[in-house]
């Protein structure tokens, strides 16, 4: 007689060398014959990979040293003095499959792996840099974050295993009885939110803008209150002050100062890390024609 589908999870659960695609897809029978719709839904998303970053879960979060390819000394650190972005743009959020991670990470050779940025995000960072040939972003992580999740995923499902069995919920080879199946759907401890990390601050969407911009040439004032109310944070429009302050009046609107110029590149950047909820080519185009409307060009 065989052993009963859910002590066969526990035990290939518990087994770190048993391939974790078959334990999912094992876990996958489980979830689909008891009617556990949350739970073969996440099931899926670690066999098939997230395609919605705001339902990836807090173990998928990871963080990565930020670097540049320098073509002559390989990888070198890129620094960005703004912890704010900073801590944006080095956090990675997993959406790989576990097949693709686990393959990443029988593959590392030298205990790095490398996530590259998608291209606004890179155009973006390489426009932060500044001077005439900035260098490809690439976030380098250890291969022993990856492996943490996938054992977060065997962790979770030898505790759904083992709640399943508490419940009296152990099957039969690999049916379930009426009994089983109502328990398992009227259970409280075998939800998926006992067993899954939530991934917290997401913000989606972006925010309205204006189309129509009132901005005073030569009104400071005005491109403040614009700029506040596209939602640029308050300190970035004091760096924006002192900008304009220092840098000379421009003759044209593709001749800004250095100073408003990087300024402009810096919101960018927030755009596209996120910090700031607009797209990165409203924001280029928004900030652009704001301060070229208050140099009166």
Same mark, same amino acid.
């Given at each position: ?33 008891? =009617? ?39 990888? %070198?650190?890129?620094? %960005?003095? =703004?912890?704010?972005?900073?801590? %944006? ?28 940025? !998608? ?9 932060? +840099?500044? #001077? ?12 022993? =974050? ?44 075998? +939800?998926?939110?006992?067993? +899954? ?6 913000? #989606?969407? !972006? ?49 800004? #100062?250095?100073?408003? !110029? ?36």
């Amino acid at each position: 007689m065989s052993q009963p589908i859910v002590l066969q999870l526990q035990e290939l659960a518990s087994d770190s060398d048993h391939d974790i695609a078959d334990l999912l897809r094992k876990a996958l029978v489980v979830a689909t014959k008891l =009617q556990l719709a949350d739970f073969k839904k996440w099931v899926l998303s670690e066999l098939n990979g997230y395609d919605d970053q705001n339902t990836i879960p807090e173990y998928r979060q990871i963080k990565g040293d930020l670097r540049v390819e320098n073509p002559f000394h390989g990888l %070198i650190p890129f620094i %960005i003095n =703004q912890p704010e972005i900073r801590e %944006i743009v080095t956090k990675i959020l997993v959406h790989e499959s576990v097949s693709s991670i686990q393959k990443l990470t029988d593959a590392d050779e030298n205990g790095s792996i490398c996530f590259f940025f !998608s291209p606004e995000k890179e155009a973006a960072l390489m426009q932060m +840099q500044g #001077g005439l040939s900035p260098l490809r972003p690439v976030r380098v992580v250890g291969s022993n =974050q990856l492996i943490s999740i996938l054992n977060a995923v065997r962790t979770r499902m030898l505790e759904w295993a083992l709640s399943l069995e508490a419940e009296g919920i152990i099957g039969d080879e690999l049916t379930f009885s009426a009994q089983e199946r109502n328990l398992a759907m009227t259970s409280k401890t075998i +939800q998926i939110e006992n067993f +899954q990390g939530v991934l917290g601050d997401v913000h #989606g969407g !972006s925010l309205s803008q204006v189309n129509n911009i009132t901005v005073n040439p030569g009104d400071l004032s005005s491109l403040v209150n614009y700029l506040e109310q596209n939602g640029v944070p308050p300190a970035a429009i004091n760096e924006l002050e002192q900008a304009v302050r220092d840098d000379p009046v421009p003759k044209s609107a593709h001749a800004l #100062g250095s100073k408003v !110029s990087a300024w402009i590149g810096k919101m960018v950047g927030l755009a596209a890390s996120g910090a700031w909820e607009v797209s990165v080519g409203t924001a280029g185009s928004l900030l652009a024609a704001a301060v070229s409307k208050f140099y009166g060009l």
